[in-house]
Structure formats: structure tokens, C-alpha cells
């Protein structure tokens, strides 16, 4: 006879969690009291949105299903941004919610609400148990919901009462991952399509890589076929940015000559993607439902083939095992298209130079650019949304997998819970998380969080004092008529000693240097707040421009 909370635990174990991302709740102590005698770690955090977003960052660089508990109300509300960002990014993510004992459902007791209406359209599924001997069936098929075909969030409502009853039931075991592969025939056809080609074109996306399948097997592909490679929004990490055949990331602001390249393709080879408005530009590039080029999908979910977009071939299969599969297909001698490969990486070490020049004493580029000699290629980068994130994105060279958080979803508030997460993973690599000042507040209580665990992030806050993306686009749609966006921020620096970390203000470009190195030698985690003249609001136009050239 166990309790429910103790066969939580133990099929935690059998799946091989080592790490819970939690903000405690009396709807749960019975599983928080069976964590007592497990190897599993709580990573207790100070909001459940932050919670839920480090869980995200777990799964996002292991490829394992981030776990996050929570308590019923307003805990599980908060948390639903994390579970968001999990269904938009297909992460795996298990949220865990305490909720009301069952006989008070129903009669909308103390912080009582429906999780299953709640979290439906943002959960890859949402189940309550309501029989305790049920929750190793239940675990087990959690894990592999989170992790097979387009992985994603799955919600586990938790009655109080099925925490603390004591039941007799199976031993956990671990889920099963479901894999789909391409067939031969399959495969012969995207040869033949790519012999036939002229102008083919690879964008990779999506979840379910690895080191070895991102960064060897289809860059022995791309090598082979002499294809350019571009990457999809947010998902940078997928292919070596100084590569002979990469041609640039596949976004907001993407380079015009990689826009026109890409519409201008006589085949493009969408792998792991589903290529949703952001990156495919408001759904330009490719147009649906029907493409200008032949377009060969690869998708592990069958649902998402020919849902956007009408595919010359679809290929129901993990990016992985298709990688698999085609790289023992033999490549053409020398491709016709092997010099516009070449044009396509010049035109991207153009693109991703950052100007060393713009308004204010603190200029960006050269700030970039001094990262891009210090830091080590397995450094992690996270960030979340507003107009500073363009400067990672736009001017970091990512060199290898798993070095990459940032949510494609555009949610604010994720890179310093991020940066905690992946650091708590990866204590041995050096971890940098972006923000704006808008977009630290949202959940800059993290911070506390790394202090806690003796995790020295650094979070480099751009501070230009207004919500910046939304203000451009206020300039741009109704020049000179400025509402709700300026901002009223702390002195982040002070902020963070007052957490115990180390902080410091930057108001001049030369400044900024070694104010890093004494924020990597102090040992804690630091804020580097950037003092950023908020006419500097994109790399190469300021607010005035857009302003005056509406």
C-alpha cells in the first residue's frame, strides 16, 4: 500500500526525472513529503510562471519533459504561460497541478477551476486522476504523450484526496518514446526531387534533434548536396552559423536576400518544422495552403502535414530519423547550385555583421561583437521577446547544438528563468540570458531563484526605459501619439546585490567589457544593466526614423 503522492514520486524516478521546477502548495504535500526521501531535487522558484518556464527551458536543451508543480488557483493560472510557450515550441513539459478534493469539486470550492477547460487548447492533453491506483498508468502515458510525435505540454490535475489515499498498484515503468521513420520509397523521391532541382533550399525546425543528428549528420547532407541551410525562427542552434552552406535564421527581420532566395527556390525541404507565421513572414515565403515551390515536409506528427500547407511530399517522421535515413542516399558530383550555396553564407557573414555605430554613448554592436570573441561556442544564450533580442539573434553566431532558449512563441519574461534552468543542467558551461527592462520585469523574481542555488547567470539587461517592440510599432502605425509604453524601471544593478549577486551599470560601450569579466569573476549570479538610448531601437533605424518616414 503506497500513497498517491509516493507513486508520483516513484514514477518520476522510473522516468528518470532527477529535477522538479516547483512553487509549493498545501493542495500537494503529500508529494512534496515523498520528495523528502528521493533522489529527486526541488528547484523551488518565487512565481509559477517562472517555474513553468524553466521547466520549458529543461525540456527545450534535454529533450526530456521538463517537470513543474504547482497548486491549484491562482498557481496553475500562473503557469499556464509556461505551458503556452511548451505547446507553441513543441516542448515536453509535464505541469503537475494540486487541486481541490474530490468531493468538493463541482461547488466551486477555495481556488477550485476545471483544468481540463482551462488548459484544453493549450496542452497537448490535460487529464485529472480520479483513482489513485491509476497514476503509474496515467505517469507512463504522460511521458510518452510529452516526448512522441510533435512533443509538447501535458497537464496532470491532482485531487488532493487522490495525493494522501493509500492504494495498491503496479510498479512504474519507463514511458516509451513512439519514433516514426520514412520509407524507401519515400526517400527515392525526395533523391529524384533534388536531382531535378535548380534552386533547392533546406529549412530546419521543430524539436527532436540532437548534437549528433543537428550538427553531423545533416551538415554531411548539406555538404554532400551542396544545399543551403537556413533555420527556423528561434531555433538558431540547429546548424553551425559559420558553415560553408548555412545561409541564415528564417524570422522576424530576416534578411531580404535570404527572403528572396527562399521564394525564388524551385524545392524547398521543410525538416522538423511547422513554419507558422513568424517565420515563414505572415506566411509569404511559402504561401498557403499553396506553395509557389515544391515542398517536401517532414513531420513527426501526422496532423501537422498539409494542415498550413499543401506538401509535394509528406514524410510522417522525426527530423531525426529522416536525417537518418537520407544521409546514406549518395549526392550528386557537383551540383549546379553550388555557387549560389556559397552566395547564400556570403550574404549571411553581411547580414549577421553588427554596425559599430548608432545614437547614445552605449552602442550595441561593438558589444556584440566582443561577446562573439569571449564567448566559449558551448555558451548558453537565453532571452525572451522585445527589440533587444534582435541583437542576439541577429548578430550571435551559434556554432552548437544546445546553446539556445529563447521561445518562438515570443513570450516575455522567459530568459532569466531560462538562463537558471539551464545553468541548474549545465553548471560547467557559462550561461548568458537577454533581456529588456520590460521583459525582466516579468519575471526577474528568478533571479532570486539563482542566488538561492548558487547558479552565476548572467543576465545582460538592455535598459532603454519603454517597451520598445510595442512602441516602434505605435511610432510606425501612429507617429508622435505615445501611450502606455515608457516605463519607470529600479536601478537593476542595485536590485541585484540586494538579491546577493552581483551587479553593475553600464553607460558607456567602453565600459561594458570589463564589467562582464567581473561579473564572470565574482562567482554569483550578476546583472549587467545596459543604459541603451531608446532611439536605438532596432540595429539600423532609430524611433525617429520610423517615426518621420511612416
Known amino acids: 500500500m ?37 533522489r529527486v531535487q526541488s528547484i523551488v522558484c518565487r512565481q509559477e510562471g517562472g517555474a513553468a518556464m524553466m521547466a520549458d527551458c529543461h525540456g527545450r536543451l534535454t529533450g526530456k519533459p521538463g517537470i513543474c508543480f504547482v497548486t491549484r488557483g491562482p498557481g496553475a493560472t500562473n503557469a499556464s504561460a509556461g505551458v503556452h510557450i511548451a505547446m507553441q515550441d513543441s516542448i515536453p513539459m509535464i505541469l503537475f ?91 527515392d523521391r525526395v533523391e529524384a526531387l533534388l536531382n531535378a532541382a535548380k534552386r533547392p533550399f533546406v529549412i530546419l525546425g521543430g524539436t527532436r534533434w ?5 550538427f553531423d549528420d545533416i551538415q554531411a547532407i548539406s555538404e554532400k548536396w551542396s544545399l543551403p541551410v537556413g533555420v527556423s525562427f528561434r531555433r538558431q542552434m540547429l546548424f553551425d552559423h559559420l558553415h560553408a552552406n548555412y545561409a541564415g535564421d528564417v524570422g522576424i527581420g530576416i534578411n531580404p536576400k535570404l527572403a528572396t532566395r527562399i521564394k525564388e527556390a524551385d524545392l524547398v525541404l521543410l525538416i522538423g518544422g511547422r ?24 513531420h513527426a506528427d501526422p496532423d501537422e502535414l498539409g494542415r498550413v500547407y499543401r ?29 549560389e550555396t556559397k552566395k547564400a553564407h556570403a550574404d549571411y557573414l553581411a547580414w549577421s555583421t553588427p554596425p559599430l555605430t548608432g545614437p547614445g554613448p552605449v552602442q550595441m554592436g561593438p558589444i556584440m561583437n566582443w561577446l562573439e570573441k569571449v564567448l566559449p561556442e558551448d555558451a548558453i544564450l537565453t532571452n525572451g521577446a522585445g527589440n533587444y533580442a534582435t541583437w542576439v539573434h541577429r548578430f550571435h553566431r551559434f556554432r552548437r547544438y544546445g546553446t539556445q532558449a529563447a521561445p518562438t512563441s515570443g513570450s516575455m519574461g522567459y530568459g532569466t528563468p531560462a538562463a537558471v534552468a539551464a545553468k541548474g543542467l549545465f553548471p560547467e558551461r557559462e550561461v548568458i540570458a537577454f533581456a529588456g527592462d520590460g521583459c525582466f520585469m516579468m ?28 512602441r516602434m510599432h505605435q511610432e510606425r502605425e501612429y507617429p508622435g501619439r505615445v501611450e502606455a509604453t515608457d516605463l519607470k524601471n529600479p536601478d537593476f544593478a542595485a536590485l541585484a546585490r540586494a538579491y546577493g549577486g552581483h ?18 569573476a565574482s562567482g554569483k549570479p550578476s546583472i549587467l544593466e545596459i543604459k541603451l538610448d531608446p532611439e536605438a531601437i532596432t540595429p539600423t533605424r532609430t524611433l525617429s526614423d520610423i517615426r518621420d518616414k511612416r
Open 503 to 520: 551587479g553593475e551599470t553600464v553607460r558607456e560601450t567602453d565600459e561594458f567589457a570589463a564589467a562582464f569579466e567581473r561579473a564572470r
Open 97 to 187: 497541478i494540486g487541486q481541490v478534493a474530490s468531493h468538493a469539486k463541482e461547488r466551486e470550492a477555495f481556488q477550485e477551476v476545471n483544468y481540463r477547460r482551462f488548459f484544453g487548447d493549450i496542452a497537448k492533453w490535460v487529464v485529472e486522476i480520479d483513482d489513485a491506483a491509476r497514476i503509474p498508468e496515467l505517469l507512463t502515458r504522460a511521458f510518452s504523450v510529452a516526448t512522441s510525435g510533435r512533443p509538447g505540454p501535458v497537464v496532470i490535475s491532482l485531487p488532493e484526496d487522490m495525493l494522501t489515499s493509500e492504494v495498491e498498484a503496479p510498479v512504474a515503468l519507463p514511458a516509451v518514446q513512439v519514433e516514426t521513420h520514412p520509407g524507401e520509397a519515400e526517400l
Open 311 to 339: 506538401p509535394t511530399i509528406a514524410i510522417n517522421a522525426s527530423p531525426a530519423a529522416f536525417v537518418r535515413a537520407f544521409a546514406r542516399r549518395k549526392g550528386p558530383a557537383v551540383p549546379g547550385w553550388a555557387e
Open 443 to 470: 519575471n526577474g523574481q528568478e533571479f532570486a531563484t539563482a542566488v538561492q542555488y548558487g547558479l552565476p547567470i548572467i543576465v545582460i539587461v538592455v535598459n532603454n526605459g519603454i517597451y520598445g517592440t510595442i
Open 275 to 298: 513554419f507558422g507565421e513568424m517565420p515563414s513572414s505572415d506566411y509569404t515565403l511559402l504561401k498557403s495552403p499553396y506553395p509557389d515551390q515544391q515542398l517536401v515536409h517532414v
Open 210 to 214: 540532437d548534437q549528433r543528428l543537428a
Open 2 to 38: 503506497k500513497t498517491g503522492g509516493k507513486l508520483i514520486v516513484e514514477a518520476l524516478e522510473a522516468n528518470g526525472v532527477d529535477r522538479i521546477y516547483c512553487v509549493p502548495g498545501e493542495s500537494y504535500l503529500a508529494v512534496l513529503d515523498a520528495l523528502h526521501d528521493s
